[in-house]
């Protein structure tokens, strides 16, 4: 059901002003009103607009504007008043039962290693414990606990296991007209953008717009480019206005910028209760053991502590994960993810809801490569609470869409069947000797995708492309990137007879430079 403009505009505006009520700063713009009171050019006559004037003049004008302009980035537009609840979280029922399903499926995994293991899911530190815990705060990597037994919930390819089977139960097998033609693995009807669509979309990535990230622009020379962008980008940040900075990232961010510059699209300003609200969540850490650590710690053993780029940073994150797992705040995105925090019984009391708690606190259960969403946040944030911020709202804004089963333009179903229909219209012949050898390439590509290419491209790489990412306010860019690199490997790719050989001439994308690759695969494709 639509609604019409005026209605939809005036419903936003509605749900954002209840929502920004219950903040910090809505409680700090009253504090400054109050305080203007008793400046001699706010007169009684004219009390209203003189406020507003010095709300203006003292920069808060501004701090309430980005957090609307946050609002509007993070929550999804209002849904007719009749509509359930749920249609906010998925309108299809046939995705939203296969999330429900997959959902218990790896709650079957946690509960079962629970037994095995005769672990709790939650219990208390003894205070021996919690002193022991807090005194290694920052050396946790140097823990070497025994995870031998402990296995990741899941695993990517598990996840796409479960996509390949999602099917659309309105149609009939072979009844999809527009969609027969599909050969991909994915098999359900979304709509996905084309080529033309999607150089439309980022034009700003066009072959005649300066970039950084590509050395022999011949248009503009690059240095020329990089001043006048550093020159730009610092006006951004003096005037700190989020939509601005949010444009200004498609074209890249200067190194020396980006922490700033993605601090300011986030509304991140970490404030002293934001520092506090961190210190709560490590002590919460530090008193209470929970099963989920362990898988935490596997995790970042795994994969990080083995990257080249990201072991240095194993401390960091070992507490942004521990902190992140106790964040009751990262409930409220479930309004808008397709996915449902799981709940948790005290004992003897399964089913009944006065003792049910979420498990764990924030909802989110952490599957193999977790931590590689906060590796590379480490490289530009040093300040724990910070870069806790900042991983918390990139994981709400984009992340929990690459592990939820979703029909969302920026859903891992969208990017795969996205990529597929990339290659299979741009590439046809590599698409069909691929599947024809049993290499379907969704099957390589997916971990990069789910992952966001975190631990697979060179961060300097990884880090322009998460710029476009801030940018767009989408991930769709992923799959755009995925197929590039098919592209650019093609002609190794057709020689290849397996799918081991298929994935032995992907291993390695830590020498792409993502930039040209993308702005050939979208602006040098003849359509």
């Given amino acids: 059901m639509m609604l019409d403009q005026d209605t939809g505009l005036s419903l936003t505006i509605a749900q954002i002003v209840q929502r920004l009520k219950g903040s910090s700063l809505h409680s700090q713009l009253e504090r400054q009103a109050r305080i203007s009171l008793h400046k001699p050019e706010i007169k009684l006559e004219s009390l209203k607009e003189d406020i507003k004037e010095f709300l203006k003049t003292s920069g808060w004008e501004k701090k309430l504007q980005n957090a609307v302009y946050s609002e509007l980035n993070v929550f999804p537009s209002p849904c007719h008043p009749a ?296 490289f530009l944030y040093h300040e724990p609470s910070k870069l806790y911020q900042i991983f918390r709202e990139m994981y709400v804004r984009f992340f929990f869409r690459l592990h939820s089963i979703s029909s969302h333009p920026s859903g891992i179903v969208s990017l795969c069947l996205l990529f597929e229909a990339l290659l299979q219209t741009h590439l046809p012949q590599l698409f069909y000797h691929l599947r024809e050898i049993g290499a379907q390439p969704l099957r390589i590509s997916f971990k990069w995708m789910v992952r966001a290419f975190s631990g697979y491209l060179a961060t300097d790489q990884l880090l322009l492309l998460w710029d476009r990412i801030l940018g767009y306010n989408s991930l769709e860019i992923l799959a755009v990137l995925a197929a590039s690199v098919f592209a650019f490997r093609a002609v190794n790719l057709m020689e290849v007879t397996s799918l081991a050989a298929a994935e032995a001439v992907l291993a390695d994308l830590s020498t792409l430079k993502v930039m040209p690759l993308l702005q050939i695969f979208l602006f040098a494709t003849v359509t």
């Fill in 83 to 378: 509509a359930p609840p749920e249609h906010m979280k998925e309108p299809l029922v046939y995705m939203r039962k296969a999330q429900g399903s997959w959902e218990k499926r790896i709650l079957k995994s946690l509960n079962s290693m629970c037994t095995e293991l005769s672990i709790p899911l939650a219990r208390k530190r003894p205070i021996g414990g919690q002193k022991e815990l807090l005194n290694k705060w920052n050396e946790m990597g140097t823990d070497e606990p025994d995870l031998s037994l402990f296995r990741p919930v899941y695993a990517p390819k598990d996840f796409l296991e479960v996509l390949m089977n999602l099917r659309n139960p309105n149609y009939e097998n072979g009844d999809q007209p527009s969609f027969r033609n599909h050969l991909g693995l994915i098999q359900v009807p979304l709509k996905v953008k084309d080529i033309p669509e999607l150089r439309d979309y980022f034009s700003e990535l066009g072959l005649n717009t300066g970039q950084l990230g590509i050395d022999d622009s011949t248009q503009v020379p690059p240095e020329l480019f990089e001043n006048e962008h550093v020159r730009v980008g610092q006006t951004v940040l003096t005037e700190q206005d989020s939509a601005a900075a949010q444009q200004y990232v498609r074209q890249g961010c200067p190194t020396a910028l980006r922490a700033e510059l993605w601090a300011l699209i986030l509304n991140i300003s970490n404030q002293p209760e934001d520092i506090l609200y961190y210190e709560q969540l490590k002590s919460n850490v530090i008193q209470h053991d929970l099963l989920v650590d362990s898988l935490i710690y596997k995790d970042v053993k795994l994969t990080a502590s083995n990257d080249d780029y990201y072991f240095v940073f194993e401390d960091y994150l070992y507490q942004v994960l521990l902190c992140f797992s106790r964040d009751t705040s990262v409930l409220v995105h479930f309004s808008y993810n397709s996915a449902t925090p799981p709940k948790s019984y005290i004992r003897g009391k399964l089913g009944v809801e006065e003792y049910a708690v979420f498990y764990p606190p924030n909802g989110v259960i952490p599957f193999h490569g977790f931590s590689m969403y906060v590796a590379p946040l480490c």
